[in-house]
């Protein structure tokens, strides 16, 4: 693992570009975390969405990029937070394991919602016979559940804050926002195409989220306890 990173000047307030590159295997194919990308792509997908999807379309940047400077950062803040909210406050009792365990739990929950339910889009695209393909339909449930990242990565850390999980809705406004831009779908597939995925979403996590904390109490209990 190699990587660089510059950080803050605190003379020039500026915030500078933090990089790091992850899984360097001597490949030419690195995968690289922009935080600065990352801060300033969260900060615009939320306070202005249609300024947002109209950089994204212009940008066209491959999802390799979106995955590793977008995605992964926000899952992974997610899990470690899953860990600490576990190890901290929620399972004291258990041993240090239990903790692992959740983190791993959350990664693999998120990481595998997202990918399900962007290929599901993708599908969806393809029924109601519009343009799309992964990479299309993988930036627009990406960029669609940062609002339910950011709720995740508080509410799992301090389980009092579940609440602010109610705020993951805005997500839906973002979505919609992101289909016209970079669908332009016709008015009268707007709304299937919006129930349909967040339903999609819904389930996934949900029956997901069942499976995966029957599996990790099963290790837990007969490796750890």
């Not at 940008?59 to 977008?70: A, H, L, M, Q, W």
């Not at 791993?104 to 343009?131: G, H, M, P, W």
């Not at 967040?198 to 209990?221: G, H, P, Q």
Request: glycine share 4%; aromatic share 20%.
């Amino acid at each position: 693992m190699t990587g660089y990173y510059q950080s803050f000047s605190q003379q020039s307030g500026q915030l500078k570009q933090v990089k790091i590159n992850l899984f360097n295997f001597g490949t030419p194919n690195l995968v690289i975390m922009d935080f600065k990308f990352l801060y300033y792509r969260i900060t615009n997908i939320i306070l202005n969405p249609v300024k947002a999807w109209e950089a994204i379309y212009s940008e066209n940047r491959p999802i390799k990029f979106v995955r590793s400077s977008f995605f992964l950062p926000l899952v992974i803040l997610a899990a470690v937070s899953a860990f600490l909210g576990s190890f901290l406050f929620t399972h004291t009792g258990f041993s240090n394991a239990y903790p692992v365990l959740i983190g791993i739990k959350y990664f693999l929950l998120l990481f595998f919602v997202v990918y399900a339910t962007s290929f599901i889009f993708q599908e969806i695209l393809k029924a109601l016979d519009l343009k799309g393909n992964f990479k299309l339909s993988f930036k627009i449930i990406t960029y669609s559940v940062a609002p339910f990242l950011i709720c995740q990565i508080i509410s799992r850390l301090i389980e009092s804050f579940i609440f602010v999980n109610v705020l993951a809705l805005y997500g839906v406004y973002i979505y919609w926002t992101g289909i016209e831009k970079m669908i332009n779908p016709p008015e009268h597939k707007k709304i299937p195409m919006a129930i349909a995925t967040t339903v999609s979403f819904i389930a996934l996590f949900v029956v997901t989220n069942w499976l995966l904390t029957l599996i990790i109490e099963k290790l837990y209990f007969t490796f750890f306890a």
